[in-house]
């Protein structure tokens, strides 16, 4: 039962989204060298501190309950128009409903519901991790006002990819006490999993194809849009895939007065050839600035989930401080901008080990 519950599925960590962040001006003749860190987490039934662990803290919503997770890493150079560098990436998402989240929780917490109950389970997790070579080059586009706008168009290559794509339906019942009864399919592709007589070790390749774009509307106002992995496909060959079917029926007695207990387990495990899309990410923000201040309203989407922000920010001589606040998760944000570097820290909860949605960002990049 408890490969079927979910375990493991959980145990991605999850992410939010953030706000979009502020474009890096390119030198014109120079080069400059650049450095991001962007790790954001959320999940809305427990903490992400409690994800792989004892739910202590259970608030599931109603319905739908997701966990998501995109972190990143780059280091890289531009020069004019083209820019050149190296990320490491990882992203996962979980999309289950709250009776599938309910089941799990009461066989962790080892309860059992006062019967009839019926949980109708069903579950979706996906989780990638990857390293690659991105290039990228903007170009003019017409604007507003004889204003001009610019596109970037990147593109990369992964290589060292890891992945893990999971899927559980089925149904699970306590019609009397004592009693139940479950029936569930779960499939597994995991490239790390091994088992006897494997014929080739799995192998991946893969690309994607991102686009950004910067739109003057007007003196104060400003579009950017942002489309990660607009077009993407991982092609796996050799991988490890484990499909199962596991049933019991413990809901009757014989004439003894004992249950019957009629488990039945049917699986098999192959190395197929599957293609995969990188979750795609998709965000507007809307810019406005007034002298030393400014404000914005972001939304993005992702894994299915439209995340909201809000955001304000001051200028105070060679400093500016930004507020974000994102409705989705219910999280907060104070960041720092100053010359070639900008920081920013976001949660719902000021304890972060509480905290269901938490987000780090840092950037710093240097002209010469």
């Given amino acids: 039962m408890r490969s079927i519950l979910l375990t493991g599925v959980l145990a991605c960590g999850a992410a939010g989204a953030q706000a979009l962040p502020a474009p890096t001006a390119p030198a014109p003749d120079g080069w400059t060298v650049y450095s991001d860190l962007a790790v954001w987490q959320a999940s809305d039934a427990v903490p992400i501190s409690q994800i792989d662990g004892d739910w202590t803290s259970y608030t599931p919503r109603a319905g739908r309950n997701t966990a998501l997770m995109r972190n990143r890493a780059a280091l890289g150079v531009r020069k004019g128009r083209w820019r050149l560098g190296w990320e490491l990436r990882q992203d996962a998402f979980l999309v289950t409903d709250r009776a599938s989240l309910d089941a799990f929780y009461l066989y962790q917490q080892k309860h059992k519901p006062a019967p009839p109950a019926s949980f109708a389970l069903q579950a979706r997790y996906f989780s990638w991790k990857a390293q690659g070579l991105r290039i990228g080059y903007t170009l003019d586009a017409p604007g507003f006002g004889g204003r001009s706008s610019t596109v970037e168009i990147s593109g990369a290559v992964y290589g060292k990819q ?63 849009l942002q489309a990660d992995d607009l077009a993407s496909r991982l092609r796996w060959k050799h991988l490890p895939v484990n499909a199962e079917s596991l049933s019991s029926n413990v809901t009757s007695y014989d004439a003894n007065g004992y249950v ?11 190395q197929l050839e599957r293609d995969f899309k990188v979750p795609r990410y998709t965000a507007a923000a809307l810019d406005y600035r007034y002298e030393d201040w400014g404000a914005g309203l972001h939304l993005a989407r992702y894994a299915g989930e439209t995340i909201p922000t809000l955001s304000l920010s001051r200028r105070f001589g060679w400093l500016t401080v930004h507020g974000n606040l994102e409705t989705r998760f219910d999280s907060a944000g104070i960041g720092l901008e100053a010359g070639n570097f900008r920081f920013q820290l976001q949660s719902d909860k000021l304890d972060l080990d509480d905290a269901k949605a938490r987000s780090l960002q840092l950037h710093y990049h240097l002209v010469f």
């Fill in 162 to 224: 890891r992945l893990r794509a999971r899927s559980v339906d089925g149904t699970l019942s306590y019609p009397q006490a004592e009693t139940y009864a479950f029936a569930a399919n779960h499939t597994d592709a995991d490239s790390r999993m091994t088992y006897p007589f494997m014929n080739e070790m799995p192998s991946a390749s893969g690309a994607g194809l991102s686009l950004a774009a910067t739109v003057p509307l007007a003196e104060a106002w400003t579009l950017r």
């Fill in 260 to 270: 019957n207990y009629r488990p039945m387990l049917r699986g098999r495990k192959q």
